[in-house]
């Protein structure tokens, strides 16, 4: 597997690549990672992996190979580049020893994809990408200064790393009409939807508010997860300014917590948090009142955020703040646990927010919908088994003489 995010990291992509990792692993496959310094969602390296060039580490039966790569601390398409450039280069010049059977990898990055079709080329195995993002998709789409120009190189690499791909996973049907458009065969994509990587809440939730110190009378919205350019946060800090009796809290990291903060001012009424521990991370989330996902209004078919999974296994309501047309409104809608807003609106948002408030019967029975949809959608199991489908087709393909790597499929490109 190549993945640019990996454990310890507890965010985003990385739990999806560690557990996936593991679960072949403990099946018998010797299984090897190729990844980078944990970094994510803070951008800043991991303080235990600081002034590391390489490393390489046994974790849970995977084999665990580290890279060092550039880390910027804010986000510039220039920055995203040099970002991209450093993977690719340490990946290529020291990928991991030996023969492997097929490789995954892991995209929003474009040096994983392309490192990961090089090494199927050099194998000639299968090459199995799974798209989380479409990184060209969020160059344009995400406010990242410079990103008009940056995503016409980055579809050029998306391009180059998945159509000579064997199969291409994606995790909502939302990516398909963007990977078809990259040059994909439509009969080669596979639905991976990701799962919830998270325990159920199990702590007294009256109890877990007295420890943040949420008094019992007040309404907590909650955002938690990475604090970027495409989460579009400044409305719920308008939110926040609107709504002096609501509590805001942002817990999380990310590139742009600061700014948050700062444009946060001295308002009383939002605080802004490091992520929760993993053993406290959904007590947290459970004892707040309404749990917020924002996006940017240009954000349409980039991405589905991967804390919707989490969201839902709480039991509390979700108020979306973003595009109708994406990805994430359709996991919204379906999961029946949320309620729509137009993105970048406070107005708007703290209609919804106060409509809930008022009518506590309609947010526990929105919030009842999450947990039942995990279980009946979004379980460990039901996503390892589609992964393992996935993984037992290509390899069948190969078997039945359709290799599909780069050198052999038509349109790809060295």
Known sequence: MVSTNYAPELTGIGPYATQ??????????????????PHYPSWRVD????????????????????????VPPRQTALRRGAFEASVLVHGVLAPPPGRFDAVISQMPSLAGGVIGARLARRHRVPHIPVVQDLMGAAAAQSGIRGGGRAAAVAAKAERHALRGAAL??????????????????????????NWTHVRSPSADRAA???????????????????????????????????????????????????????????????????????????????????????????????????????????????????????????????SGAGILVAPEDPAALLAVVRRLAADPVEADALGAHGPRYVAQHL?????????D??????????????????????????
């Open 379 to 387: 379980s460990r199991e039901a996503g390892l088994a589609r992964f």
């Open 389 to 414: 489908a996935l993984l037992v087709e290509a390899l069948g393909n190969v078997g039945a003489g359709d290799t599909r790597t780069g050198d052999t499929q038509g349109g790809a490109r060295r």
């Open 168 to 193: 291409v996973g994606v995790i909502h049907e939302s990516f398909v009409e963007g990977v078809t458009a990259l040059g994909v065969d439509p009969g080669r994509i596979r639905l991976v939807p």
């Open 208 to 334: 877990t508010r007295a420890r943040l110190g949420w008094a019992e009378d007040t309404l907590v919205v909650l955002h938690s997860g990475n604090m970027g350019l495409k989460q579009g946060l400044d409305v719920l800090v308008g939110l926040a300014r609107l709504a002096p009796d609501i509590r805001v809290v942002l817990m999380g990291d990310g590139n742009q917590r600061e700014g948050l903060r700062e444009r946060a001012g001295a308002l009383p009424n939002i605080d802004v948090l490091p992520p929760a521990d993993a053993d406290d991370f959904t007590d947290v989330l459970a004892a707040a009142d309404v749990l917020a996902v924002t996006q940017r209004a240009s954000v349409l078919d980039m991405s589905v955020p991967s804390k919707l999974t989490s969201y839902f296994v709480t039991g509390r309501p979700v108020v979306a703040s973003v595009s109708g047309e994406g990805g994430t409104a359709d996991e919204v809608r379906r």
């Open 20 to 37: 996936l990792a593991e679960h072949w692993a403990a099946s018998g496959a010797r299984t090897e990672v190729l990844t980078g310094m």
């Open 47 to 70: 303080e235990r992996y600081r002034g590391v060039w390489r490393k390489e580490e046994s974790r849970e039966g995977v084999r665990v190979h580290r890279r060092r790569h550039y």
